[in-house]
């Protein structure tokens, strides 16, 4: 088909990484799975209070639904707390009940359009043995009240329902009006008829089309003109649209098909999947593996009247074990227009909540939210310092491996906890909140402090922590404190926060030069709307420092950061200092390396003495070979002897962090699509501007000087499906426009330089998004020719990011 003034041209760039970038699927640290609903509760991560069975200050649960039968299954469940603190989840549905429905809204229309907001959840969506589990549940935002429901089976209560008879409908008028919905589909739905086969002697068709019930085809991709050239979507996924939509479906008649009601033409209906993610097969499926799992849902408002936002959401980006976030690619961005919840004049907040549903196939859908949306946005911090620096014996440095001071103390050492948080956003302030924290069994607390936002009020106990209440957990691998802020919980508004320092000193555990590992532990902060959690780092506590042979090493001499896979070498500098120096000579000591814990020759400290340190001749400087380091942090270990037999002198070890730099790509803005465009059929070409800004990072931990380049190459772009032998190109090619105004065609045989940086520091990683100041005339863009078929297209560009030249 041509395209007219009428005519309608959609195209989407799915987004590839190949090239040296890094990339990888988020690592899911989960517990093993949970055989049972009520495992699962037991072992639930840290949310908030919501309230139990049908009360609940957030929610309303309502049975006057006039398009369900039977009781809504939805209610508030009891869950386990990790922070020790109440903890409850939404039940939507339950394993091994069948032909069940729930729904659940917030009572309030709180989800504001024009502002930002985020609604951050775990979900476990799984069933119990080995039965098949169905059907799901989505998140929902809608524009009406709490008593709407769609119907069962694949419509999860929020899509249009099909008719049993196969006859043409408009679903839209059956699913809940003026809506957006993000669904967690475990049940793939992709019964499609065979094509009618007909007689030799007429043209009636002999085969019966026929479904076991009602029909379901929601979860079927191709051509809506045929069965033949639709295929299935085989496996569970997350993904979005607009249920009140007719647009969301696609219709499929079968002509003079029989079936139910003999001869004539039958009717099915698939569903456009938008901002898909493809979670694998049931049996070794990411989102029915009976783990819990989370997802954060990120809401941009349009920047001008008119236009559309968009809505980011993002799936295993929180490690389940510790509630601490986590890096994840299994995200999508898509767009959101507000004209489609039909908002009277000066609203712009619609309902927000949950339905779900089973058939014979169950599940356990449950949800626990960590930040509701309309509410508040909050953040937690940890750090752990010590007085280790034998140069400085009153200043306290930071610990923890990867740190750039140190990741492991002696016994005895004088160390500090310190943990941070407060609110950053929201509509609402974070209410009554408390503490439970986690705290390394090695360490042996003193004292402790509050800090409140407030700095005048003072608490009935003196802003002190109570230790009393300081008590070793079964495993022996850490201490829980609880610590109750401002005589029952703080409340915290604007960008408040507040401090709970604890100081003490580590245990004297170990004579073993390795040390004692201390485990990370999460500790959290949870009021009524929302929780966050914080971990304190991992490190070692080595033997008490021998007062004969002290051994250091320092963060700022030296090359400790250098980039990976060049033929630079890093270079520790330490000092070692015999209680006594006039009677132990510097020839004598013999300083012992380790490289990621693998010992290395002992060098005599003359041999390896650091002439950039005279006159003094108590520092060594060693170095280590390139290829010797692994990609970013690298533990670089030093003890020192001298003596001999039963008069030998041994220092503690301790340990410094080399980082071996590397440069690679982060977050994107996933599928990245161009502006829906009518052309003209005035016979010219025409430039076809992104939709939305888009997003492609570079991260670099690389040494300061060092220069990156992205490319990019393409082949082309090609009518949307999955079920063709050929795609049909389309009559244009994708572009690159330079800031200088210089435009090149993208093709697969030359790769285009896209962006270059420059590594600007030594200190810490930098992310550069290599699009952000792309205009409208510059940057990716589409040039299609007027000869163009109407259609939706899609194409991949694949990026390759590099570091181009490394500094000597």
């Known amino acids: 088909m041509r395209i007219t003034k009428k005519g309608l041209l959609k195209t989407t760039v799915a987004l590839a990484i190949a090239g040296l970038g890094l990339w990888s699927s988020a690592e899911i640290n989960a517990h093993a799975a949970f055989d049972t609903g009520a495992a699962a509760l037991k072992g639930a991560p840290q949310g908030v209070y919501l309230g139990s069975g049908t009360a609940s200050n957030y929610f309303t649960i309502d049975n006057s639904v006039s398009t369900a039968s039977g009781t809504n299954s939805a209610h508030l469940v009891d869950a386990g707390s990790p922070g020790g603190s109440k903890n409850s989840a939404i039940q939507i549905s339950k394993a091994g009940s069948k032909q069940s429905w729930g ?21 476990y969506a799984s069933g119990e043995g080995s039965t098949s589990v169905g059907d799901g549940m989505a998140f929902v935002l809608q524009n009406g009240g709490t008593n709407v429901y769609s119907g069962p089976g694949e419509s999860m209560g929020v899509w249009g329902v099909q008719n049993s008879d196969f006859s043409k409908t408009n679903l839209a008028d059956t699913a809940i009006k003026n809506s957006w919905a993000l669904e967690f589909d475990t049940f793939p739905n992709v019964t499609i008829p065979d094509q009618p086969a007909y007689g030799i002697f007429d043209n009636n068709p002999i085969s019966e089309w026929s479904f076991a019930g009602s029909p379901t085809s929601f979860d079927v991709n191709g051509d809506g003109n045929s069965p033949a050239n639709q295929t299935p979507i085989k496996d569970t996924h997350i993904a979005s649209n607009y249920p009140g939509e007719s647009s969301t479906y696609s219709e499929t008649k079968v002509p003079y098909a029989y079936g139910k009601n003999g001869y004539g033409p039958y009717y099915y209906y698939t569903m456009k999947h938008e901002g898909f993610l493809d979670e694998g097969p049931t049996g070794s499926s990411k989102l029915s593996d009976r783990n819990w799992h989370h997802i954060t849902i990120q809401y941009t408002p349009p920047t001008t009247a008119g236009d559309k936002g968009s809505m980011t959401y993002t799936y295993n980006d929180k490690n389940p074990n510790t509630g601490l976030p986590q890096p994840s690619t299994d995200y999508a961005t898509v767009p959101i227009d507000p004209a489609k919840f039909n908002l009277a004049d000066g609203q712009s907040k619609v309902r927000w909540g949950f339905t779900g549903s089973t058939g014979d196939a169950t599940e356990n859908n449950y949800v626990i939210f960590d930040q509701l949306p309309g509410q508040a946005q909050t953040e937690a911090t940890a750090s752990l310092m010590a007085k280790i620096d034998m140069n400085h014996p009153d200043e306290y440095v930071t610990v923890g491996s990867g740190s750039k001071q140190a990741d492991s103390i002696p016994g005895g050492t004088d160390v500090k906890l310190t943990y941070t948080f ?17 705290i390394p069994s090695g360490l042996a607390l003193s004292s402790g402090t509050i800090t409140y936002p407030d700095a005048s009020y003072t608490d009935s106990n003196d802003n002190k922590v109570d230790l009393s209440k300081l008590t070793t957990n079964a495993d022996g691998t850490s201490q829980s404190l609880p610590v109750s802020l401002a005589n029952g919980g703080l409340t915290m508004s604007g960008t408040q926060h507040a401090t709970i320092t604890l100081y003490g000193k580590a245990k004297d555990l170990t004579s073993d030069l390795k040390g004692t590992p201390q485990l990370e532990q999460t500790s959290y902060f949870t009021g009524i709307n929302a929780a966050s959690s914080a971990k304190t780092p991992a490190f070692s506590i080595t033997p008490k420092v021998n007062a004969k042979l002290a051994v250091d090493t320092f963060g700022d001499k030296g090359r400790l950061k250098v980039n990976y896979g060049s033929k630079e070498a890093a270079r520790v500098v330490g000092v070692a200092v015999p209680q006594n120096p006039l009677s132990v000579s510097m020839e004598a000591i013999t300083i012992h390396p380790s490289i990621n814990g693998v010992a290395q020759s002992p060098e005599n400290l003359m041999d390896i003495y650091a002439t950039e340190m005279s006159p003094s001749l108590d520092y060594f400087s060693y170095e280590i070979p390139n290829d010797k380091l692994h990609p970013g942090a690298n533990t ?173």
């Open 103 to 123: 729904s659940i809204w917030s009572k309030q229309q709180s989800f504001d359009l024009n502002q930002s907001e985020t609604a951050s959840m775990w979900i």
């Open 636 to 808: 670089i270990s030093f003890y020192a002897t001298y003596g001999s037999g039963s008069d030998e002198v041994t220092s503690t070890t301790v340990n410094r962090t080399v980082t071996a730099g590397t440069v690679g790509f982060g977050h994107t803005s996933g599928n990245m699509t161009f502006k829906p465009t009518v052309l003209t059929g005035d016979g010219q070409s025409h430039m076809i501007k992104r939709d939305n800004d888009w997003e492609l990072d570079v991260d670099d931990s690389l040494v300061k000087g060092s220069e990156w380049q992205v490319t990019a190459k393409t082949t082309g772009m090609f009518a949307d499906g999955d079920n063709v032998a050929v795609k049909t190109p389309l009559d244009g090619s994708l572009t690159y426009t330079d800031a200088a105004g210089k435009t090149t065609e993208l093709n697969n045989s030359a790769s285009e330089l896209i962006a270059s940086g420059t590594s600007p520091s030594d200190e810490t990683a930098t992310t550069t998004n290599v699009a952000q100041d792309w205009t409208a005339d510059t940057g990716i863009r589409l040039k299609i020719n007027d000869n163009a078929v109407e259609g939706n297209y899609e194409g991949t560009i694949d990026w390759s990011v590099v570091n181009s030249v490394s500094p000597d």
């Open 422 to 438: 407060g609110r950053t956003d929201g509509d609402e302030d974070w209410k009554s909140v408390n503490a439970n924290l986690n």
